[in-house]
């Protein structure tokens, strides 16, 4: 019977993005579920699922500490965060949680 043993791989940081001279940090990772829901809904006609899919991976990929001040953030006119720019942080965000450099276990 054939057997393969996998392992998890967590960068030791996370990585950060910037708005209008603002930083975000991300996570060192988030679930593999949240990935999922965002890659498998990433091409939906519906606005609405887009937008709690982009919500949802955003909301489990930002630290804690700064959960409130990017709502608060987001949601300030006078920043112009869009649903085109949301769109765009939400695939860098998957991009860089889902990259696996395949480290060997020690």
């Known amino acids: 019977m054939a057997r393969k043993s996998f ?3 967590i960068p030791e940081r996370g990585e950060e993005f910037e708005i209008n001279g603002t930083t ?8 593999g579920d949240v990935l999922l829901d965002f890659l498998s809904g990433a091409d939906q006609e519906d606005p ?9 991976l955003l909301d489990s990929a930002i ?3 700064q959960l409130e001040e990017w709502h608060t953030f ?14 765009e942080i ?4 998957s991009e860089v949680l ?9």
């Open 7 to 9: 392992s998890t791989y």
């Open 24 to 31: 975000f940090r991300l996570k060192a990772a988030v679930p």
């Open 48 to 56: 609405s699922a887009m937008a709690k899919t982009i919500r949802n």
């Open 63 to 65: 630290v804690p500490e």
């Open 74 to 87: 987001i949601r300030k006119e006078e920043n112009g965060v869009n649903l085109n720019l949301l769109s």
């Open 90 to 93: 939400a695939g860098f965000v």
């Open 98 to 106: 889902s990259a696996n450099p395949q480290k060997q276990p020690l």
